[in-house]
């Protein structure tokens, strides 16, 4: 499936190939409600990082977050979080530990998008307190990382789209 997406202000579009595009993973780590989570989650997907196109690359920015487990030594992410720097529309993460793909925040997707039949909450040991998540019925709920990734999730569905 191809994704089109952009930035608020205009100043920067993209597109890449995508055949894992069902967002249904809530993230609400601080990362992900803090940079792109008004609703105290982040929605990523995933896609094919040599598919993607950047028109306005002058404006991209990008940073590394810091993680902060509790007990834990603070330290800074792998993973690169793309921004505009116009706007700052949160737009992708890339980690070098898997660079064939990337994981482009579905908010910043101007493509229509299809409806996932469940959704999968992760990380919900980092919620705000004032966020109440929507779990419906057929719902998973993971405290940190679930082991089932963005892929496997698309396979036990049947929802590859090609």
């Given at each position: 499936?191809?994704?089109?997406?952009?930035?608020?202000?205009?100043?920067?579009?993209?597109?890449?190939?995508?055949?894992?595009?069902?967002?249904?993973?809530?993230?609400?780590?601080?990362?992900?409600?803090?940079?792109?989570?008004?609703?105290?989650?982040?929605?990523?997907?995933?896609?094919?990082?040599?598919?993607?196109?950047?028109?306005?690359?002058?404006?991209?920015?990008?940073?590394?977050?810091?993680?902060?487990?509790?007990?834990?030594?603070?330290?800074?992410?792998?993973?690169?979080?793309?921004?505009?720097?116009?706007?700052?529309?949160q737009l992708w993460v890339w980690d070098r530990r898997w660079p064939e793909m990337f994981h482009p925040h579905a908010s910043a997707i101007d493509t229509l998008l299809p409806e996932p039949p469940s959704r999968t909450h992760i990380m919900l040991a980092f919620k705000a307190p004032w966020v109440q998540p929507d779990i419906r019925p057929g719902d998973k709920t993971f405290d940190r990382y679930p082991d089932e990734s963005i892929a496997a999730w698309h396979e036990r569905m049947g929802l590859v789209v090609q």
């Open positions: 499936m191809r994704l089109e997406g952009s930035c608020h202000c205009g100043a920067i579009q993209f597109s890449a190939e995508s055949v894992h595009p069902y967002p249904y993973m809530w993230c609400y780590c601080s990362i992900c409600r803090k940079t792109a989570g008004g609703g105290g989650y982040g929605v990523n997907i995933q896609a094919d990082y040599a598919t993607l196109v950047i028109e306005g690359r002058e404006h991209l920015r990008d940073f590394h977050a810091t993680i902060r487990d509790p007990g834990k030594k603070d330290r800074k992410s792998v993973g690169e979080r793309f921004f505009c720097g116009e706007c700052g529309t």
